[in-house]
T-cell receptor, first 113, second 114 residues
Framework: EDQVTQSPEALRLQEGESSSLNCSYT??????LFWYRQDPGKGPEFLFT???AGEEKEKERLKATLTKKESFLHITAPKPEDSATYLC??????????????FGKGTTLSVSS | DAGITQSPRHKVTETGTPVTLRCHQT?????MYWYRQDPGHGLRLIHY???????DKGEVSDGYSVSRSKTEDFLLTLESATSSQTSVYFC?????????????FGNGTRLTVT
């Protein structure tokens, strides 16, 4: 069964304190791994897609990396506005399902000043 | 936002009543999806559509039906709402099955079944 597990469930950081979020996955055939950010009362907002082990992508203070079994979202020198829930998802369903994704439960990040 | 409008944004209904949620997109994307989000479960796929009148079931489709008569509209119907269907419902769209075609989400409908 395809599965996505995120850890930790919650993370509290001080402004400027770098850290990483983990996403481990088991799928029969990975077509893509996606990171989203979700703010309270809003829908998830797309951040990155990773397709193959060794791939990295960056956006401002965020960097996503991918291995054969897990992905990390590194947050460098976070600011309070980085506080959100970060969701990891994998694309592993039949091709006719398009980009239908299987999501993890998310990591809620709180950054205090 | 990616041109996705969900309506209503909030709804309270009674057990046993029918409910229809609407998703409208202005992007002309082929694929549309309905997810539900619950504490402790994350986002789970209910149904998806890969074209007009082409739909299929997702992980948690029991108790739900969908229809897509136009490219821009995807309707989710709860034929007889139950308390277990209290949730936040998200519509999403994607352009194709090709790479670099991620899901984009609406801002959700919060449904409470009393």
């Amino acid at each position: 069964e395809d599965q996505v597990t995120q850890s930790p469930e919650a993370l509290r950081l001080q402004e400027g304190e770098s850290s990483s979020l983990n996403c481990s996955y088991t799928v029969s055939g990975l077509r893509g791994l996606f990171w989203y950010r979700q703010d309270p009362g809003k829908g998830p907002e797309f951040l990155f897609t990773l397709y193959s082990a060794g791939e990295e992508k960056e956006k401002e203070r965020l960097k996503a990396t991918l291995t054969k079994k897990e992905s990390f979202l590194h947050i460098t020198a976070p600011k309070p506005e980085d506080s959100a829930t970060y969701l990891c998802a994998v694309q592993a369903l039949p091709r006719q399902a398009g980009t239908a994704l299987i999501f993890g439960k998310g990591t809620t990040l709180s950054v205090s000043s | 936002d990616a041109g996705i409008t969900q309506s209503p944004r909030h709804k309270v209904t009674e057990t046993g009543t029918p409910v229809t949620l609407r998703c409208h997109q202005t992007e002309n994307h082929r694929y549309m999806y309905w997810y539900r989000q619950d504490p402790g479960h994350g986002l789970r796929l209910i149904h998806y559509s890969y074209g007009v009148k082409d739909t299929d079931k997702g992980e948690v489709s029991d108790g739900y039906s969908v229809s897509r008569s136009k490219t821009e509209d995807f309707l989710l119907t709860l034929e007889s709402a139950t308390s277990s269907q209290t949730s936040v419902y998200f519509c999403a769209i994607s352009e194709s099955v090709l790479r670099d075609s991620p899901l984009h989400f609406g801002n959700g409908t919060r449904l409470t079944v009393t």
